[in-house]
């Protein structure tokens, strides 16, 4: 029987100055960026909560505890690194992830191609099952505010042996 798990993650973080604004292991250019103990790369964070979810690990707070200074200001590609370690430490490999980070501002689409090459690498799968969308949420609520950035993600695994 093939076994396939599936899990969702959705992180916020808040817009602020003089922070980078960094979405998917890529740094984009912007008057502000996004508030975090790590370098607060709310994509990210949806996908490893999403891979956690699908294996029922918990989240990434009970992983990296934002109190922990070993992950003040750390890349968050590397925090993925360690959860696709528990991941495939279980006998799963990633099947596909779909995700959207919505944002008023700026405009995603030129960074999408850079973020998909990033993630594939990191998920060890192939850009062709890595999905990153952008949507504004047409000025309503705190997005459209531009207060924050929100991203969900929703990821498959498949048993490595089963394939
Ligand atoms: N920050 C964003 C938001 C959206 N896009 C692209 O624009 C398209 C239209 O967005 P709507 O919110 O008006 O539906 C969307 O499909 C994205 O391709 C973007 O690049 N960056
Ligand atoms: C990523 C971690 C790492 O300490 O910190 P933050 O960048 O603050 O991000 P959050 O989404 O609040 O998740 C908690 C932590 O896991």
Same mark, same amino acid.
């Given at each position: 029987?093939?076994?396939?798990?599936?899990?969702?993650?959705?992180?916020?973080?808040?817009?602020?100055?003089?922070?980078?604004?960094? #979405?998917?292991? *890529?740094?984009?250019?912007? /008057?502000?960026?996004?508030?975090?103990?790590?370098?607060? !790369?709310?994509? +990210?964070? &949806?996908?490893?909560?999403?891979?956690?979810?699908?294996?029922?690990?918990?989240?990434?707070?009970?992983?990296?505890?934002?109190?922990?200074?070993?992950?003040?200001?750390?890349?968050?590609?590397?925090? #993925?690194?360690? *959860?696709?370690?528990?991941? /495939?430490?279980?006998?799963?490999?990633?099947?596909?992830? !779909?995700?959207? +980070?919505? &944002?008023?501002?700026?405009?995603?689409?030129?960074?999408?191609?850079?973020?998909?090459?990033?993630?594939?690498?990191?998920?060890?799968?192939?850009?062709?099952?890595?999905?990153?969308?952008?949507?504004?949420?047409?000025?309503?609520?705190?997005?459209?505010?531009?207060?924050?950035?929100?991203?969900?993600?929703?990821?498959?695994?498949?048993?490595?042996?089963?394939?």
């Amino acid at each position: 029987m093939l076994s396939i798990k599936v899990g969702i993650g959705y992180d916020v973080h808040a817009l602020v100055a003089e922070r980078s604004l960094i #979405l998917g292991g *890529v740094e984009i250019p912007h /008057e502000r960026g996004l508030l975090g103990h790590s370098d607060a !790369d709310v994509l +990210v964070h &949806a996908i490893m909560d999403a891979l956690l979810g699908a294996l029922a690990l918990g989240d990434i707070g009970g992983h990296f505890p934002d109190h922990d200074p070993k992950y003040r200001g750390i890349s968050s590609l590397a925090l #993925l690194e360690h *959860v696709m370690k528990l991941i /495939e430490s279980q006998g799963y490999r990633v099947g596909n992830l !779909d995700s959207i +980070v919505m &944002a008023e501002r700026p405009k995603l689409a030129p960074f999408i191609s850079k973020m998909r090459f990033n993630l594939s690498r990191t998920m060890h799968i192939e850009e062709a099952c890595v999905s990153v969308k952008a949507t504004t949420t047409e000025r309503l609520g705190f997005v459209g505010r531009e207060e924050g950035i929100a991203a969900q993600a929703i990821v498959s695994l498949k048993k490595v042996e089963e394939e």
